[in-house]
């Protein structure tokens, strides 16, 4: 994980960034740190998502909470793809330029 400081975090998601970055410290790498900091991993990308693309995380959230009609499921997919180009809106291009 990169340090705090060359991490751009959503002022929303300060405090779980500061307690992921705590428990990467306590938890020596490999399988348990996994484990241990895996629910603020989660947490985090959950709470950056929801702050680049508002609109696109609670429909995804709301539309693909459980099964449903084949509509339901259409619209999931439709959320989901309305999410992916938000965030792919979001990327930096770190290729060099030719």
Do not use: F, W
């Not at 002022?11 to 960034?17: A, G, N």
């Not at 009609?69 to 979001?90: F, G, M, N, P």
């Amino acid at each position: 994980m990169p340090p705090a400081e060359s991490t751009v975090v959503p002022v929303d998601c300060e405090r779980l960034h500061r307690a992921l970055c705590e428990c990467h410290r306590r938890v020596s790498p490999g399988l348990g740190r996994k484990v241990s900091c895996r629910h603020l991993n989660r947490a985090l990308a959950q709470c950056m998502i929801s702050v680049a693309c508002p609109e696109e995380s609670e429909a995804v959230r709301s539309l693909c909470a459980s099964g449903g009609t084949a509509l339901k499921r259409s619209q999931c997919q439709q959320a989901q793809l309305s999410l992916s180009i938000c965030l792919a809106s979001h990327q930096h291009d770190s290729s060099p330029e030719s």
